[in-house]
């Protein structure tokens, strides 16, 4: 069948599509007329898998049923139910097992790594982020500078983009590492930007970052279970993220880290200690003296969020079946056709903020409406109510994300449909 704008086409697609049956393993919300909504908010929250209420409920009964008993000697014991997470995690991060953990949240893994990773000394001292950085990023950081008795103003250097655009020039980014080098302890950026859904180059800036002497953290909350990574191989120092978004482990969510093999046995490195970092043989002696445990497991500082980590275990579960290059492969050719479609009815009433290039972005595209930011708003408004949920940023960035483990390419026809009809009245 040849390419057409159609939606007869997108049926074709959809046909077509080996991973299409996905979409049944998830509930979707009420849309307008009391149907499924288009749900392109997956950068936001995940869909929750079908699995997760089954598997939830199974450790309400050992909790019901077994009360303490459950943390050694239920289906999944829950002293060790975190690693349970942890070969699907690494497989994602495209890292050793020992190299990733289940714990906490996102900002709460960031600040645990700056304590241990940013290590100003002498004229080192300062951090390179990205402007209009996620505001948690941006407060997390500034308060680590602060508590080392240093002042954001000179030490925080917030990388501009290109003139006029959201979008980050890889080479612009290794210049400014290179400039800055002597004065450089950290470099933080993210794998994929929020706002803007570019993905960066991690291999490249984590290249130029170390040749530099710079440690190098990436904030992974828009990219893991979005873009292929190779954290081990990339030789990234240590990488954080969320669990609510790509990965659909439902709101609050335990997150996860990423600390490279290379730190796994650096004892000397500051850390900000509990009892689940400390060896398992003597956790529960209780010893004085904390003997943190190798790898990243030894950040870990409390025993982990049972009821929080469960429905994670059934979305890893998904990605597991459809594996990660089918996954990747459709997710280009879905938002490549969300964007042709996109381009085609609306031209130049739409500047698609993301870049062009795949390589260089995930699924979501990032649009801006050319006219008043208050007839955006509106339209954005109004497709909410005809069921589409995408999500708005101040000032007037909408942004969409057809996920390939529960988007359909009808989906995407029908949200550009929309818009387009929303645009020309
Ligand atoms: C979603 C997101 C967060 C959220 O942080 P939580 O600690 O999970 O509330 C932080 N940073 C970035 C870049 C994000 O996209």
Redesign the pocket.
């Known amino acids: 069948m040849t390419p057409s704008l159609d939606r007869s086409y997108a049926e074709q697609l959809d046909r077509e599509d080996s991973l299409a049956a996905f979409r049944e393993a998830f509930h979707f919300p009420r849309g307008a007329h009391g149907g499924r909504s288009v749900y392109l908010c997956g950068h ?1 929250l995940g869909l929750q898998p079908k699995d997760v209420a089954h598997i939830v409920g199974e450790e309400l009964d050992a909790w019901a049923t077994l009360a303490v008993d459950a943390h050694f000697s239920s289906k999944r014991p829950w002293v060790a139910y975190h690693e349970q997470l942890t070969p699907g995690l690494a497989r994602l991060a495209g890292a050793l097992p020992s190299e990733v953990v289940a714990m906490n ?6 600040h645990l790594m700056l304590a241990s990773f940013y290590r100003p000394q002498g004229r080192r001292r300062k951090v390179l982020i990205e402007h209009r ?5 941006r407060y997390a950081v500034r308060s680590h500078i602060q508590h080392r008795g240093l002042d954001p103003a000179d030490t925080l250097i917030e990388l501009a983009p290109r003139a006029g655009s959201y979008v980050f020039d890889c080479e612009e980014i290794c210049e400014a590492i290179a400039r800055e080098a002597e004065e450089l302890a950290l470099v933080l950026l ?1 794998g994929v930007q ?1 706002l803007s859904g570019q993905s960066f180059d991690m291999a490249a800036i984590t290249t130029c970052a170390r040749r530099h002497g710079c440690t190098i953290g990436f ?1 992974l ?2 990219a893991i279970g979005n873009v292929p990574l190779h954290l081990h191989d990339w030789d990234v120092d240590f990488a954080v993220w ?1 669990s ?2 790509y990965l659909n482990g439902g709101p609050g969510a335990i ?1 996860g880290c990423f600390v490279h093999e290379r730190h796994g046995r650096a004892f000397e490195l500051p850390r900000l200690a509990g009892w689940w970092g400390h060896d398992k043989r003597s956790r529960f002696a209780m010893p004085d003296n904390f003997v943190p445990l190798t790898g990243a497991e030894g950040w870990q500082i409390s025993n982990p969020p049972i009821l929080a980590a469960a429905p994670l275990l059934a979305s890893l579960a998904l990605f597991e079946r459809a594996g990660l290059e089918p996954l990747r492969a459709k997710s280009i050719r879905l938002t490549g056709y969300l964007e042709s479609l996109l381009r085609a009815w609306l031209g130049d009433t739409l500047e698609i903020l993301t870049p062009r290039n795949a390589e260089a972005r995930g699924c979501q595209l990032s649009l801006r409406l050319n006219m008043p930011s208050e007839r955006a708003r509106r339209i954005h408004e109004q497709l909410h109510r005809e069921g589409f949920v995408c999500d708005w940023r101040e000032p007037d960035v909408i942004r969409v994300a057809p996920v390939p483990l529960y988007n359909s390419f009808v989906d995407v026809w029908q949200f550009a449909n929309a818009l387009r009809s929303l645009c020309s009245t």
């Not at 949240?105 to 960031?110: K, R």
């Not at 950085?133 to 990023?137: E, K, L, Q, T």
């Open positions: 936001s949240s996102l900002s709460v893994n960031l950085a996620f505001s948690s990023d993210p929020y904030d909350a828009h969320c609510y978004k997150g």
